[in-house]
Structure formats: C-alpha cells, structure tokens
C-alpha cells in the first residue's frame, strides 16, 4: 500500500465514522425527552466536529511525522501533488 493509499484508507474511516455518529445517535434521540433532546442533539453535533478535528489532528507523513493537514485536500484528491511538503518523499511509493 502506498503512503497516498494509507492516507485515504484513514479518510475513508473518518468519513464511516462521521456518518455513523449520527445513525446511531437517532436511536439515542428517539428516546429523549423535549428537555433532553436539546442536550443530546449538540453532544451529538459536539462528537461529529470532534472525529473530523482529530482526524485532521493525526493526518501525517508516515516518514517525517509532520501534520499535513494544510494540504490535506490536495493529498488525497489531486494526483498532482507528489510529494510531502517537509521531507519531499513520494507519496505514491510503497510503505
């Protein structure tokens, strides 16, 4: 697997994970109250922001370890953009 393939196998579980809070937060909802249901509605929207925060938070080069989360959107989507911006390693090579 590739360094680019890594990373978007780590994005595809944020993306599971963001939309599996919401799935089950429903079953959660369903049995609230109207004064809890507020409270549940924003641990929900809390938790949701959390997963994509951590995500961007641990999106790193596998070989230096610096956070590429500035130019997150152009690892995983444009084949352009080669190498990491810190160490110049290739991302489409083999781990």
């Not at 780590?10 to 109250?33: C, D, E, F, K, Q």
């Not at 549940?40 to 809390?46: L, P, S, Y």
Request: glycine share 8%; net charge positive; proline share 4%.
């Amino acid at each position: 697997m590739t360094i680019r393939g890594h990373l978007k196998y780590r994005y595809r579980l944020m993306i599971g994970g963001v939309m599996m809070i919401p799935a089950l937060g429903l079953l959660w909802l369903h049995s609230s109250t109207p004064l809890n249901h507020t409270f549940r509605v924003n641990a929900i929207g809390i938790a949701e922001i959390a997963v994509m925060l951590l995500f961007l938070a641990t999106f790193r080069c596998a070989n230096c370890h610096k956070t590429l989360s500035a130019v997150s959107r152009q690892v995983l989507f444009d084949p352009g953009f080669c190498s990491c911006p810190h160490c110049g390693i290739k991302l489409d090579q083999s781990t």
